[in-house]
């Protein structure tokens, strides 16, 4: 079964860290790009960062360039988004999907991050 | 990058047709051709419905179809249900740093 399962949301205070995991499974991890796309409560979605298959290149929205980094490990199969400087802005729903060309194919269900002192 | 405009609902009944806009610039949705668009329903994850504008992912129903022209693109769903009452976000390849840009979303209500 194809399944993407994202983990490490939780509470942090303002100015704080968190990393995301996302475990991949059904499909050959090293094949396909990889994005992350959040989605504030009650909004809309926003592109956040992408990966090649590598993790040689990396892609970033202007809100969160510099605070937010992007990176996979291939041997576990696992893509990571390691956040920090953390703004109540950023409190949204975190949703690790897979990329094909230039469209979005699979989406996990989503790992919720409140910013919030 | 600013977001693409979408118009915040559309409604219809079932059986009847809607039509969906997505605007904007020559940057992105004017520029290339990677107009995907995504239905959400509550508490679920989105959903890939078309893809490169006019594209549909096996398994997507045929009532589903995209078009552009110029800056604005569009979803329509012909036949309305009551399963595709949920949101629809589209998205878009963009020349600006940020590399891809969604739409505001539209929600979509089958009277």
């Known amino acids: 079964e194809v399944q993407l399962l994202e983990s490490g949301g939780g509470l942090v205070q303002p100015g704080g860290s968190l990393r995301l995991s996302c475990a991949v499974s059904?499909?050959?991890?090293?094949?396909?790009?990889m994005n992350w796309v959040r989605q504030a409560p009650g909004k809309g979605l926003e592109w956040v960062s992408a990966i090649s298959t590598s993790g040689s290149n990396t892609y970033y929205a202007d809100s969160v360039r510099g605070r937010f980094t992007i990176s996979r490990d291939n041997s576990k199969n696992t893509l990571y988004l390691q956040m920090n400087s953390l703004r109540a802005e950023d409190t949204a729903v975190y949703y690790c999907?897979?990329?094909?060309?230039?469209?979005?194919?699979?989406w996990g269900q989503g790992t919720l991050v409140t910013v919030s002192s | 990058q600013s977001a693409l405009t979408q118009p915040v609902s559309v409604s219809g009944s079932p059986g009847q047709s809607i039509t969906i806009s997505c605007t904007g610039t020559s940057s992105d949705v004017g520029g290339y051709n990677y107009v995907s668009w995504y239905q959400q329903h509550p508490g679920k994850a989105p959903k890939l419905m078309i893809y490169d504008v006019t594209n549909r992912p096996s398994g997507v129903s045929n009532r589903f179809s995209g078009s552009k022209s110029g800056n604005t693109a569009s979803l329509t769903i012909s036949g309305l249900q009551a399963e595709d009452e949920a949101d629809y976000y589209c998205s878009s390849y963009t020349s600006s740093s940020t590399t891809y840009v969604f739409g505001t979303g539209t929600k979509v209500t089958v009277l």
């Open positions: 999907a897979k990329k094909e060309y230039h469209r979005t194919t699979l």
């Open positions: 059904g499909f050959t991890f090293t094949n396909y790009a």
